[in-house]
C-alpha cells in the first residue's frame, strides 16, 4: 500500500508538472466475477512457443481497411534470449517503421483476477467493490510514460498522447485472435501457452509505404492462471508494472528485443519473477517512442 501511495504521488506530480490530468476511471459498483471462473486464451498451436505470432489478415470494422494482426507473447526468463551482444544499432526495434497510432481511442479493462492484484473499496463481506482497481491506476500510469517519452526527454512537461481515456467493466473481454472487433480490451486470464506471462495482441497496417501505415486496435492478457502478481516487486511474483510497461511498449507500436545488449531495455523479451527494472524507461526505450510518435 505504501508503495502505492508512493506511485500516485509521483502520477500526480507527474499530471501537475505536465499539466494533463490522470485518466480517471468510470467508477463502477457492482459485484465481482466468481473467481476460479476465468476463461483461458488459446493461442494457435501451431505457433507454440513463437513470440511473435501471425494473425493472418481482416477487415477493420471501424475504418473497413484490411488490417493485420499479431500476437506478441512475453515469455519468463530465457536466459539471454540467444542473442548477441549489441553492436551499436539503436536499442529500439518498431513492429513495422511508421506503425502506430494516428488516433486516440479510448480502452477497456475489466480488473478482476486471481492473481492477487488489489481492489480498491473491496468489501469482501458483501464481495461487491466501488473501483478504480491497482491495475487500471497502474496502467494508466504506465501508459503516461510512453507519452511523456515521445519527445524524446521523460520528466520536461511535455507530453505527447497515444492512448485515449480508459473505463474499467465487468463485462467479459475477448482479445481478437481473428478479427479486430474495434474496442481495445485489457484482462486477465489464463494463457495456453506455457511460461507466457502476457500477450498483446495488435492490428494495424504494417506494410506498404512508412506512411501509409498505422495501428488501429490492442488487446492486452495478463496471465493469473500460471502466475500470481504483485504491486512491489515481490519475490515469487510478477511486477505488474514492471510487465505492464513492457506490453505498453508493444501497444504503442514497439517490437521486443533479443540482444545481450539491450537487456537492460523496458523493451528486452524476457522477464523474471520480481524484476521490477522494466518500469522505468531506458535510452533505448525513450528514443523509440521518440522516432515513432
Ligand atoms: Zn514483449
Do not use: C
Not at 246 to 266: R, V, W
Amino acid at each position: 500500500m505504501r508503495e502505492r501511495l508512493i506511485a500516485l504521488v509521483i502520477g500526480l506530480t507527474l499530471a501537475l508538472m505536465t499539466g494533463t490530468a490522470l485518466a480517471m476511471p468510470e467508477r463502477l459498483g457492482g459485484t465481482l466475477d466468481t473467481p476460479g471462473n476465468h476463461k483461458t486464451l488459446t493461442l494457435p498451436a501451431a505457433a507454440d512457443h513463437s513470440p511473435v505470432i501471425s494473425l493472418g489478415t481482416a477487415v477493420d470494422p471501424q475504418t473497413g481497411k484490411v488490417v493485420e494482426g499479431y500476437a506478441i507473447v512475453h515469455y519468463a526468463k530465457g536466459g539471454n534470449g540467444g542473442g548477441k551482444p549489441g553492436s551499436g544499432s539503436p536499442l529500439y526495434a518498431f513492429m513495422s517503421k511508421g506503425a502506430k497510432w494516428k488516433t486516440v481511442e479510448p480502452w477497456l479493462l475489466n480488473p478482476v483476477n486471481n492473481g492477487g492484484l488489489p481492489y480498491d473499496e473491496f468489501d469482501p463481506g458483501n464481495n461487491t467493490y466501488g473501483g478504480p482497481s491497482f491495475a487500471f491506476g497502474n496502467l494508466s500510469y504506465d501508459i503516461g510514460k510512453w507519452e511523456d517519452a515521445t519527445d524524446g526527454t521523460i520528466g520536461n512537461g511535455v507530453s505527447g498522447k497515444i492512448l485515449g481515456d480508459a473505463a474499467e467493466t465487468f463485462a467479459a473481454l475477448e482479445a481478437d485472435l481473428v478479427t479486430p472487433d474495434g474496442s481495445n480490451e485489457v484482462y486477465f486470464a489464463g494463457i495456453s501457452d506455457s511460461g507466457a506471462i502476457a500477450v498483446t495482441v495488435v492490428w494495424g497496417i504494417f506494410g506498404g509505404p512508412p506512411q501509409g501505415r498505422e495501428l488501429v486496435e490492442w488487446d492486452q492478457v495478463y496471465d493469473d492462471a500460471d502466475y500470481t502478481w504483485s504491486t512491489s516487486g515481490e519475490a515469487g511474483k510478477m511486477d505488474f508494472e514492471n510487465i505492464a510497461t513492457h506490453e505498453l511498449g508493444h501497444s504503442i507500436g514497439l517490437a521486443d528485443l533479443y540482444t545481450l545488449g539491450a537487456s537492460e531495455q523496458t523493451m528486452y523479451g524476457y522477464a523474471d519473477y520480481g524484476e521490477t527494472k522494466k518500469q522505468t524507461l531506458e535510452s533505448g526505450d525513450i528514443a523509440g517512442a521518440d522516432t515513432l510518435y
